[in-house]
């Protein structure tokens, strides 16, 4: 593995705006083979995973990108001056679930589930761009369709809408939680 081609995969994931594919990488790096760049990315991860930097390379929404470690949060924050993240609220956190687990899916639909009428959470949503638009459905009213953006991956850290708990490790951890409490 040369080092040249580490540092290659390491500039271009740092001048990324959003998470850089496999795929993007590969067309990039055409001079090199597929595995000599998947090992290189796997080589990059494992050296920024360990305990001698503040950032590491995570995997999210389909691609890499530099994340600083959850240990220096607080000097971060005095840096941006943010007290803290952005908070969604309970509302927009149940309505952000449920198109995530129910996806695709409409307003009516999200609000059936919930119990509540969820307009104000899903506009909110829609703001932070954690949510978009993605087409209307067939049938009376052509309602507009919802769907998880790749910001919701890259906010919750998961590569991969399928990455999220099932609902039987939701019940596991909750079992959990309750026989600590």
């Given at each position: 593995?040369?080092?040249r081609?580490?540092d290659?995969i390491e500039s271009?994931?740092?001048?990324?705006?959003?998470?850089?594919?496999?795929?993007?990488?590969k067309?990039?790096?055409?001079?090199?083979?597929?595995?000599?760049?998947?090992?290189?990315?796997?080589?990059?991860?494992?050296?920024?995973?360990?305990?001698?930097?503040?950032?590491?390379?995570?995997?999210?929404a389909?691609?890499?990108?530099?994340?600083?470690k959850s240990?220096?949060?607080?000097?971060?924050?005095?840096?941006?001056?943010l007290d803290?993240?952005s908070?969604?609220?309970?509302?927009?956190?149940?309505?952000?679930a449920?198109?995530?687990?129910?996806?695709?899916?409409?307003?009516a639909?999200?609000?059936a589930?919930?119990?509540?009428?969820?307009?104000y959470?899903?506009?909110?949503l829609?703001?932070?761009?954690?949510?978009?638009?993605?087409?209307?459905k067939?049938?009376?009213?052509?309602?507009?369709?919802?769907?998880?953006?790749?910001r919701?991956?890259?906010y919750?850290?998961?590569?991969?809408i399928?990455?999220l708990?099932?609902?039987?490790?939701?019940?596991?951890?909750?079992?959990e939680?309750?026989i600590?409490d």
């Amino acid at each position: 593995m040369t080092t040249r081609l580490k540092d290659v995969i390491e500039s271009l994931i740092f001048v990324s705006l959003e998470p850089l594919n496999l795929e993007k990488i590969k067309s990039i790096c055409t001079e090199f083979s597929n595995r000599e760049i998947e090992d290189a990315i796997q080589e990059l991860v494992e050296s920024y995973a360990s305990n001698e930097r503040g950032i590491k390379i995570i995997q999210a929404a389909g691609g890499y990108l530099f994340s600083t470690k959850s240990e220096y949060d607080q000097w971060i924050r005095r840096l941006l001056s943010l007290d803290q993240k952005s908070k969604l609220s309970h509302a927009a956190l149940e309505t952000l679930a449920a198109v995530a687990y129910h996806q695709p899916i409409t307003l009516a639909e999200i609000s059936a589930l919930r119990g509540v009428d969820a307009t104000y959470s899903l506009k909110t949503l829609l703001q932070k761009k954690l949510v978009k638009i993605t087409g209307r459905k067939k049938g009376p009213g052509r309602p507009l369709i919802y769907r998880t953006t790749d910001r919701f991956l890259t906010y919750f850290g998961l590569n991969n809408i399928k990455d999220l708990p099932s609902e039987e490790e939701i019940l596991k951890i909750l079992d959990e939680e309750n026989i600590v409490d």
